[in-house]
T-cell receptor, first 113, second 110 residues
Framework: DSGVTQTPKHLITATGQRVTLRCSPR?????VYWYQQSLDQGLQFLIQ???????AKGNILERFSAQQFPDLHSELNLSSLELGDSALYFC????????????FGSGTRLTVV | GENVEQHPSTLSVQEGDSAVIKCTYS??????FPWYKQELGKGPQLIID?????GEKKDQRIAVTLNKTAKHFSLHITETQPEDSAVYFC?????????FGKGTSLLVTP
């Protein structure tokens, strides 16, 4: 157990729907990072939050959004889902910046049908 | 932004042999280079990292080297074992998040 908790582990939904993925960071970590992992694109950075505030955006689609709550857990919202959104979504946490290394959760596998 | 290239995409070695995975990066400001191991059904796990002020770092059977001038870094695994079979990712930090290579699938055959 890495200490980073992601729920649910698996999610199957239809095109056009909206889903919410949840992440609880490791105790004491203030930064949360979201990544999308697909077979052909590897690990793509989506967005970072630090202590409740958005810090950086990567290749995140406008249909996707995220937030970090006062208890430091984070949610990634994916809307108007398309078949191509099917992927593994990982959350990682770190104490401060990414220079201290990440701890990844076990991921949420999203399948859009 | 930072671009990290990783080679090879697949690597098969016999147990006991060495394995080498190479990465290049584009942003000369990058100063932190971790390596992650991902086993099937799990999230990536940090196995070793190196900072830009260091040329080499070892931890038992694994080592990482960094050439800042050439902007490349490598992972070396010696005396490979079947449990080393996994996907390995290199990454580079350039100001806000880690940018990852596309991964190397390592297979160690007995």
């Amino acid at each position: 157990d890495s200490g980073v908790t992601q729920t649910p582990k698996h999610l199957i939904t239809a095109t056009g729907q909206r889903v919410t993925l949840r992440c609880s960071p490791r105790s004491g970590d203030l930064s949360v990072y979201w990544y999308q992992q697909s077979l052909d694109q590897g690990l793509q950075f989506l967005i970072q939050y630090y202590n409740g505030e958005e810090r950086a955006k990567g290749n995140i689609l406008e249909r996707f959004s995220a937030q970090q709550f006062p208890d430091l857990h984070s949610e990634l919202n994916l809307s108007s889902l398309e078949l191509g959104d099917s992927a593994l979504y990982f959350c990682a946490s770190s104490g401060g910046t990414a220079q201290t290394g990440y701890t990844f959760g076990s991921g949420t596998r999203l399948t859009v049908v | 932004g930072e671009n990290v290239e990783q080679h090879p995409s697949t690597l098969s070695v016999q147990e006991g042999d060495s394995a080498v995975i190479k990465c290049t990066y584009s942003d000369s400001a990058s100063n932190y280079f971790p390596w992650y191991k991902q086993e099937l059904g799990k999230g990536p796990q940090l196995i070793i990292d190196i900072r830009s002020n260091v040329g080499e770092k070892k931890d038992q059977r694994i080592a990482v080297t960094l050439n800042k001038t050439a902007k490349h870094f490598s992972l070396h695994i010696t005396e490979t074992q079947p449990e080393d079979s996994a996907v390995y990712f290199c990454a580079a930090y350039s100001g806000y998040a880690l940018n990852f290579g596309k991964g190397t699938s390592l297979l160690v055959t007995p």
